[in-house]
């Protein structure tokens, strides 16, 4: 499958305890983007990067979320001291080129928080 | 502010049945207008932009600038239409998507 990889597919944790997911984008696309997506709702924008440069952060995160692809491949997306709204789905999209062309979705991580 | 809004959860009509799905934006300068669709355990992937001017599956989709709305419509709905979808906007100069709420199409047989 050479499309976006989510990894793990679902994260079962206890309040309070970190976790880290990665994306992996289809290979050369140069942007990255990661949306959350609770139930009843569309995706919601939290960050997203051209080659490891982090452009935006959505004003509506906390700085418990933080994320970072380093060598402009790969990405991570870690939660600090999770809490009960952070459950959600976490969706991971990368598009080629300058960011204008469609973006192609991961099937993305289940977070449920304990 | 940057919105969109889809005021209908769910969408329920017979196969044949025309099919509308509204979206409304707010948006201030020239967005580009998207329709994305996700299927039953399959990924969100994009169904149509508006600068493409095409029809994908019988959908198509008018961007009306005087009532910020870019409605999808299909004449005659089939089973396999039946999806999440998911109208979204970004700048022209590029970036992110903003998504709106969804629009889940039930069509019965």
């Not at chain 1, 080659?51 to 997306?77: H, I, M, V, W, Y």
């Not at chain 2, 355990?41 to 932009?49: D, E, G, M, V």
């Not at chain 2, 005659?76 to 979204?88: I, L, N, T, V």
């Amino acid at each position: 499958d050479t499309g976006v990889s989510q990894n793990p597919r679902h994260k079962i944790t206890k309040r309070g305890q970190n976790v880290t997911f990665r994306c992996d984008p289809i290979s050369e696309h140069n942007r990255l983007y990661w949306y959350r997506q609770t139930l009843g709702q569309g995706p919601e924008f939290l960050t997203y990067f051209q080659n490891e440069a982090q452009l935006e952060k959505s004003r509506l995160l906390s700085d418990r979320f933080s994320a970072e692809r380093p060598k402009g491949s790969f990405s991570t997306l870690e939660i600090q001291r999770t809490e009960q709204g952070d459950s959600a789905m976490y969706l991971c999209a990368s598009s080629p080129g300058t960011g204008r062309e469609k973006l192609f979705f991961g099937s993305g991580t289940q977070l449920s928080v304990l | 502010a940057q919105r969109v809004t889809q005021p209908e959860k769910l969408l329920s009509v017979f196969k044949g049945a025309p099919v509308e799905l509204k979206c409304n934006y707010s948006y201030s300068g020239s967005p580009e207008l998207f329709w994305y669709v996700q299927y039953s355990r399959q990924r969100l992937q994009l169904l149509l932009r508006h600068i493409s001017r095409e029809s994908i599956k019988g959908f198509t989709a008018d961007l009306n600038k005087g009532e910020t709305s870019f409605h999808l419509k299909k004449p005659f709905a089939q089973e396999e239409d039946s999806a999440m979808y998911y109208c979204a906007l970004r700048g022209l100069q590029g970036g992110k998507l903003i998504f709106g709420q969804g629009t889940e199409l039930s069509v019965k047989p």
